[in-house]
């Protein structure tokens, strides 16, 4: 039996019908640049992240583009991230004229490492006249930009803590994170989205909650904040044609909208259904006596008894001898990815910052080792057992 890494037919036939109610409302009012819809779904992802305001945008790439831009981050300024995360993140930082700034990721959670990044702020960087840190490169640090990784928060509190004593605002990369719950310190859950000053996702088909095309959202606390977004996402558009600022199109498509809003109802128990196959390959790794060689993922808040403390974008496992297993399962049939391969600080495009090999030791570890497996909701327990199965007969 073949077991497919994702297989989004079987999340299509349940939403099919309401889905095709709402095109059709929406393909003979042919209106399709924002609009009520759009309007619908920023308000209905504002009630579900509990963040101040939404703002659709038409990726998620294009979502952190406009954020950076609003904050007016670029030459001479630095934002600190991760090197082990999708190549939009950093991407991004170097698009508007930044300089990204890595800090090495915790080996359990493969989130950016809050002691790492207060090492990368008190001892990397000097401090500058305003206080705030200053890189090796002579830049002003201007964020801290944590990636929420396969779905899991990052730290918040520590690296919280870190930017109120720098006074950095902190941008989430919630892009893998929708609906992910944190458990902070002052006792209240704090949702992906709404814990940062601002923050995006991505509706990336893949990603859990999935447009039919490429499609965003800014989330953030202040209203001016969103105010300035919702302006640069239309050409820096106020009254027509009239330019405030130089933006670009960064619009929602009417049409993604209208998928999504018809998606995120189920989106809770898709997450469900996804921690309920984690649960699984656990008893199942640990029935078949994998668990010494087979490093599963951690849920650091699970403790919390919070619901989506994990919502599983991807299931990530460290496997030995990893390139070997992965060509293995394949021949199988069974569905796996490597993410990420290369950590930003060694990609080709990144030449110029002059990294190396060692120089984020964990993040580099993580592309050796990692590999993805099946974990979409629908998939079955046999499936499951499938891939298990098949890693047991590898790995023997
Ligand atoms: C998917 C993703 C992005 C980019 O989102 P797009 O919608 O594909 O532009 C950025 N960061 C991370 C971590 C992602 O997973």
Redesign the pocket.
């Given at each position: 039996m073949a077991v497919p890494l994702l297989d989004l037919r079987l999340q299509y036939a349940q939403v099919k019908e309401e889905m095709q109610r709402r095109l059709g409302v929406l393909c003979e009012s042919q209106q399709f640049i924002l609009g009520v819809p759009v309007v619908e779904l920023e308000t209905a992802v504002r009630d579900y992240t509990g963040c101040g305001h939404a703002i659709g945008a038409s990726?998620?790439?294009?979502a952190?583009l406009a954020i950076l831009m609003a904050m007016g981050i670029g030459r001479g300024d630095a934002v600190v991230t991760t090197p082990y995360?999708?190549f939009?993140?950093a991407g991004c930082i170097h698009r508007v004229g930044a300089e990204p700034v890595f800090v090495d990721i915790d080996a359990a959670t493969y989130n950016l490492d809050p002691a790492k990044l207060e090492e990368c702020l008190r001892k990397k960087c000097r401090s500058g006249p305003d206080g705030r840190p200053v890189t090796a490169a002579g830049n002003r640090v201007r964020a801290i930009m944590p990636?929420h990784?396969f779905g899991c928060v990052c730290e918040m509190d520590r690296i919280g803590a870190l930017a109120k004593e720098f006074d950095l605002p902190v941008i989430e990369?919630a892009?893998?994170a929708i609906g992910a719950d944190y458990p902070s310190r002052t006792g209240q859950t704090l949702r992906a989205g709404a814990i940062g000053e601002a923050s995006y996702f991505?509706?990336?088909p893949s990603?859990n909650l999935g447009a039919f095309g490429?499609?965003?959202m800014v989330t953030c606390r202040e209203a001016d904040f969103a105010a300035q977004v919702t302006l640069l996402r239309n050409h820096g558009m106020g009254a027509q044609y009239h330019h405030e600022k130089v933006g670009g199109n960064f619009r929602l498509d009417a049409l993604q909208a209208v998928v999504l809003s018809a998606k995120l109802p189920h989106l809770d128990a898709w997450h469900a259904a996804r921690r309920g196959n984690a649960a699984l390959y656990r008893v199942e790794f640990e029935k078949l006596g994998l668990l010494d060689r087979v490093t599963l993922p951690v849920e650091p808040y699970a403790a919390a008894g919070l619901a989506n403390h994990h919502v599983y974008h991807q299931y990530v496992v460290r496997v030995p001898e990893r390139d070997r297993v992965r060509e293995k399962l394949a021949a199988a049939g069974i569905g796996c990815a490597v993410y990420y391969p290369v950590p930003l600080h060694l990609q080709e495009c990144f030449a110029s910052l002059g990294h190396a090999e060692g120089d984020f030791p964990e993040s580099e570890r993580a592309a050796r080792e990692s590999l993805a497996l099946p974990i979409y909701p629908e998939l079955t327990p046999e499936q499951i057992r499938e891939v298990t199965a098949a890693l047991a007969r590898i790995l023997a």
């Open positions: 990726s998620g790439t294009d952190l995360t999708f939009a993140t990636v990784l990369d892009a893998q991505s509706f990336f990603k490429d499609a965003g």
